[in-house]
């Protein structure tokens, strides 16, 4: 399983931002996808995972209004849209996988692959 970010930067406050996570097909229609935060010195934060069959999202209640995320079957690909971004969401953001049935897990010890991240930065 591969699970490759993208679309990380330097952004300004109350900018938007579309990060990708680009994988295969396979991955897609076999696991449930998600995305993380990391702060530094944060531990690794849940923002939300979609159903790998229905698309339905289930997002960390903080998390709701300003993170939507999507698909792209035809590209093979999931995104995270931020909105309003502030100085706070500066991290590093990771799309992860998990192949259990129950689909709203928030650990990320419960995740089985995990991408390489891609760095967000919220200047003010």
């Known amino acids: 399983v591969q699970l490759q970010a993208s679309g990380g930067g330097l952004v300004q406050a109350g900018d938007s931002l579309r990060l990708s996570c680009a994988t295969s097909?396979?991955?897609?229609?076999?696991?449930?996808l998600g995305w993380f935060r990391q702060a530094p010195g944060q531990e690794r934060e849940f923002i939300v995972v979609?159903?790998?069959?229905?698309?339905?999202?289930y997002y960390a209640d903080s998390m709701k209004g300003r993170f939507t995320m999507s698909r792209d079957n035809t590209k093979n690909t999931v995104y995270l849209q931020i909105d309003s971004l502030k100085p706070d969401d500066t991290a590093v953001y990771y799309c992860?996988?998990?192949?259990?049935?129950?689909?709203?897990?928030?650990?990320?010890?419960?995740?089985?692959?995990w991408g390489q991240g891609t760095e967000v930065t919220v200047s003010s």
């Open positions: 979609m159903n790998r069959n229905t698309w339905r999202t």
């Open positions: 992860a996988a998990h192949g259990d049935r129950w689909v709203n897990k928030r650990n990320a010890r419960e995740y089985d692959y």
């Open positions: 097909a396979r991955t897609l229609s076999g696991y449930n």
